[in-house]
Nanobody
Framework: VQLQASGGGLVQAGGSLRLSCAAS????????MGWFRQAPGKERDFVAA????????YYADSVKGRFTISRDNAKNTVYLQMNSLKPEDTAVYYC????????????????????WGQGTQVTVSS
């Protein structure tokens, strides 16, 4: 079971990045997925979540209106489109997935997710 995140990098404030997370070793198309992030010296925080069908989305207040989570179940991939980036968005971004199938609830807590990717660094310069 593996979650491989990519797409991070260095961008100026106001710019955009698109993160991708490719899942392998298991059929994640039936699992809820999401993104967390961790800035230096801070706790790991919830960013966005999406149900297995893509019908329900949820965002942290800090990214609402700027970030969009989506998924392509045919490709076992989840995306995070990040627009209007700010220096405070600088962090390592982690892709996550649950071990439960076909749940309609949207999870925002770390403990709800069973699988974690290795993280991808996003740095936003001012």
């Amino acid at each position: 079971v593996q979650l491989q995140a990519s797409g991070g990098g260095l961008v100026q404030a106001g710019g955009s990045l698109r993160l991708s997370c490719a899942a392998s070793g298991r059929t994640f198309s039936r699992s809820n997925m999401g993104w967390f992030r961790q800035a230096p010296g801070k706790e790991r925080d919830f960013v966005a979540a999406i149900t297995w069908s893509g019908s329900s989305l949820y965002y942290a207040d800090s990214v609402k209106g700027r970030f969009t989570i989506s998924r392509d179940n045919a490709k076992n991939t989840v995306y995070l489109q990040m627009n209007s980036l700010k220096p405070e968005d600088t962090a390592v971004y982690y892709c996550v997935a649950t071990n439960r199938y076909y749940t309609s609830a949207v999870y925002t807590g770390l403990a709800a997710y069973d699988y974690w990717g290795q993280g991808t660094q996003v740095t936003v310069s001012s």
